[in-house]
């Protein structure tokens, strides 16, 4: 089966821009994830579905970021007027049940996103 | 922020050799999870740990985790070029997220 898909692969916008980026979790995970890892760091935490439920959103850095998943599968995290220090990779991921993280999580390819 | 520090940064080893990561964290955890990245395959999950639990297999895997010290060792037997890619511990706290380390660089040469 398929796993985890985003959409774009690489994006890059000019400062000021919106931007929205797409996640395509396995089919039937319940539980979707995003991230942020800047070049040379690990992933960063910044907000979790549980279906259609946004039950945290804990790590979104400034109310420019929004993220959701209207039907519990697709999901689109959308930056408005973006700035450099958005410039980063943006990872999707899924896991299979309610339990969140104490599951293995299917992580996407991301989306390399630029700003200039 | 992040919860975790890998030791070393950086790792440089032969084929064959044994590859010792060891990760550092700041906070009581439900369980500890390795990962690793490289640019072809991308976040790929490795082995989970749960609190409870003090060492676990997986092939040439071997976690370690010491609750009392905050720490867990992940030990790659035999090594292969193929095991080249970054390295990360991620734990999760009592919700429902990862939190990463700054992950070990590994180098496996031929």
């Known amino acids: 089966g398929a796993g985890v898909s985003q959409s774009p692969r690489y994006k890059v916008a000019k400062r000021g821009q919106d931007v929205a980026l797409r996640c395509d979790p396995i089919?039937?995970?319940?539980?979707l994830f995003w991230y942020q890892q800047a070049l040379g760091q690990g992933p960063e935490f910044l907000t979790y579905?549980?279906?259609?439920?946004?039950?945290?959103k804990s790590g979104l850095p400034s109310d420019r970021f929004f993220a959701e998943r209207p039907e519990g599968s697709v999901s689109t995290l959308k930056i408005q007027r973006t700035q450099q220090e958005d410039s980063a990779v943006y990872l999707c991921?899924?896991?299979?049940?309610?339990?969140?993280?104490?599951?293995?999580?299917?992580f996407g390819p991301g989306t390399r996103l630029t700003v200039l | 922020s992040q919860q975790g520090e890998e030791d070393p940064q950086a790792l440089s080893i032969q084929e064959g050799e044994n590859a010792t990561m060891n990760c550092s964290y700041k906070?009581?955890?439900?369980?500890l999870q390795w990962y690793r990245q490289n640019s072809g395959r991308g976040l790929v999950h490795l082995i989970l740990?749960?609190?409870?639990?003090r060492e676990k297999h997986s092939g040439r895997l071997r976690v370690t985790l010491d609750t009392s010290k905050k720490s867990s060792s992940l030990l790659i037997t035999a090594s292969r070029a193929a095991d080249t890619a970054s390295y990360f511990c991620?734990?999760?706290?009592?919700?429902?997220?990862?939190?990463f380390g700054t992950g070990t660089r590994l180098q496996v040469f031929p």
């Open positions: 740990i749960r609190s409870n639990e």
């Open positions: 991921a899924s896991s299979l049940r309610t339990s969140g993280s104490l599951d293995e999580q299917f």
């Open positions: 906070t009581s955890i439900n369980n």
């Open positions: 991620a734990t999760v706290l009592f919700t429902d997220k990862l939190i």
């Open positions: 089919s039937g995970h319940v539980s």
């Open positions: 579905f549980q279906n259609e439920a946004q039950l945290d």
